[in-house]
């Protein structure tokens, strides 16, 4: 059942690409894009995140915490030696990983979860300052996108920055349980913006 959830995610993904790529992604505005390219990169990793999102969404909802709140069973990091379910993050994590090893993708776009209030100390130091400027833009904002531009080696990316909320118990109970969780780290409740869903898309 968890490949199954993991595939259905990734299928949807790679779907939206599919559908909302046209032509070769520049980094342009509105009418630039109208009279050229049909779509921008904006347009393409907003539809990303909508699909990321609502997946997310449901796997902690209507699996981890229903299971759990029934006592069938109840998600642990160390999910494998457990026999139970991955964490939400690590599912959306999983998912991510997935992507980065289907060749000859449409646009070869990538994602992450990422907060600067890390579990995953090793996946916080992938952070660019961009990505901090974004993360940090989501909480000063309750919550706004954020869209901007990196160089990493020689290649520039479009970037988007998306509000990761606690719209689970599974999400914030994690964090606030978790043993890696440090002193100064707030405690996060229901609404709360525990970090964000970084997107990146290569572009002329």
Not at 5 to 22: D, F, H, P, S
Not at 111 to 118: I, N, R
Not at 160 to 185: F, L, M, Q, S, T
């Amino acid at each position: 059942m968890k490949n199954k959830i993991a595939k259905i995610g990734i299928a949807l993904a790679l779907a939206v690409a599919v559908v909302t790529t046209g032509s070769v992604l520049t980094s342009c505005s509105d009418s630039q894009a109208a009279a050229g390219a049909q779509f921008t990169p904006q347009q393409l990793a907003d539809s990303l995140y909508i699909v990321l999102k609502s997946d997310r969404k449901v796997y902690a909802r209507d699996i981890v915490t229903r299971l759990k709140s029934e006592g069938v069973i109840t998600p642990h990091e160390e999910w494998q030696a457990n026999k139970t379910l991955l964490l939400p993050a690590q599912m959306f994590r999983r998912g991510a990983e997935e992507v980065d090893l289907v060749p000859d993708k449409p646009v070869p776009f990538s994602y992450s979860l990422q907060s600067l209030w890390p579990l995953n100390y090793e996946n916080s130091m992938k952070q660019t300052p961009v990505v901090k400027e974004g993360l940090q833009h989501s909480i000063d904002t309750d919550g706004e996108n954020f869209y901007g531009e990196e160089t990493i080696g020689d290649q520039k990316y479009f970037i988007g920055i998306y509000p990761d909320k606690a719209v689970a118990a599974a999400c914030w109970e994690c964090h606030n349980d978790h043993e890696n969780r440090k002193d100064d780290y707030p405690e996060f409740k229901q609404g709360d913006v525990m970090g964000g869903v970084v997107i990146r898309i290569p572009v002329d």
